[in-house]
Nanobody, 123 residues
């Protein structure tokens, strides 16, 4: 069992940066593959990035080159560094976890979710 709490969202202008954090409590985060997802108003939740227990990562096509997912197992925290933000990145961003050695890209594969943090990018 693990609890996830996201932070770091906010309002930023297009072209700006934000770093989201996902703090895990309970079972140590190193036991989990982690992912970031987002959901904009009126749209389905979509995959953003994922990282395996060993640190391998993968990204949604539009995120690649602008976003970086990383993890600090000593701090039980996963990060999403977002650069060159666009208005279309506006969404609630969710952190998710699953007990797995490999990274996962589908939301249904994750067992635990945080409450989300709002990211708003103004044009």
């Amino acid at each position: 069992q693990v609890s996830l709490v996201e932070s770091g969202g906010g309002l930023v202008q297009a072209g700006g940066s934000l770093r989201l954090s996902c703090a895990a409590s309970g079972r140590t985060a190193s036991s989990y593959a982690m992912g970031w997802f987002r959901q904009a108003p009126g749209k389905e939740r979509e995959f953003v990035a994922a990282i395996s227990r060993s640190g391998d990562s993968t990204y949604y096509a539009d995120s690649r080159g602008r976003f970086t997912i990383s993890r600090d197992n000593a701090k039980n925290t996963v990060y999403l560094q977002m650069n060159s933000l666009k208005p279309e990145d506006t969404a609630v961003y969710y952190c998710a976890a699953v007990v797995s050695w490999t990274l996962r890209k589908n939301g249904y594969e994750y067992d635990y979710w945080g409450q989300g943090t709002q990211v708003t990018v103004s044009s």
